[in-house]
């Protein structure tokens, strides 16, 4: 049953949000019912003309480790003197979190609704995914990293023209409290607009 303080928790959710870096997650991660969930708040961001710009791309289980063989593949092809080291750090690189949700940005041709619109409003479903994510009491951290720029990656994701990274949500559970980090002062990067005095 959801708490009748809704509003008020989410207020205070979004004011003490905070990411979870993702080697500092672990398990459990959520459900299926809480994965769905997770997803459908993620969906539900501003879309103008509904022209939902954006996909989901999940990665659990197995899948996770079988993808970390599609990173280091690429690491060791970009980077032939790669370290043994540094390639078992790719190989585990979707094993950190119990899943990940690789949020696929993609951008149609429309009269209206300008392309960075569109970006904007994938952006908007990472972040959605990550407040409902700690809504539900897990973890989360929305990352790029080089991988969701590198080509191979991006066939082995199977991108179509106009398809981009947008970022990869990694969901758990925090193994420690994050520590607070300092925030923008609200005053100095707030304006108020007004018009110039008429002579």
Not at 187 to 199: G, K, L, Q, V
Request: aromatic share 8%; proline share 7%.
């Amino acid at each position: 049953m959801r708490d009748c303080n809704m509003p008020e928790n989410a207020m205070k959710l979004l004011l003490e949000r905070r990411s979870v870096l993702a080697n500092k997650l672990g398990p459990p991660g959520p459900d299926s019912d809480q994965l769905r969930e997770i997803l459908t708040a993620g969906a539900r961001v501003p879309d103008h003309k509904k022209l939902v710009p954006w996909r989901f791309i999940l990665f659990q289980g197995d899948a996770r480790a079988a993808f970390g063989g599609v990173l280091a593949a690429a690491c060791a092809s970009a980077e032939p003197d790669a370290s043994d080291t540094r390639l078992e750090t790719e190989s585990a690189r979707f094993s950190r979190a119990p899943v990940v949700v690789a949020v696929i940005s993609k951008t149609v041709e429309s009269a209206s609704v300008p392309e960075w619109e569109q970006i904007l409003s994938a952006g908007a479903a990472c972040q959605n995914l990550l407040i409902a994510a700690n809504a539900l009491g897990f973890s989360s951290q929305w990352i790029t990293e080089w991988y969701a720029y590198d080509a191979s990656v991006c066939s082995a994701l199977a991108l179509e023209d106009g398809e981009r990274v947008a970022g990869f949500v990694y969901i758990g559970t925090a193994r420690e409290p994050p520590a607070e980090r300092e925030r923008p002062d609200i005053d100095r990067i707030t304006s108020s607009w007004a018009p110039e005095t008429m002579a």
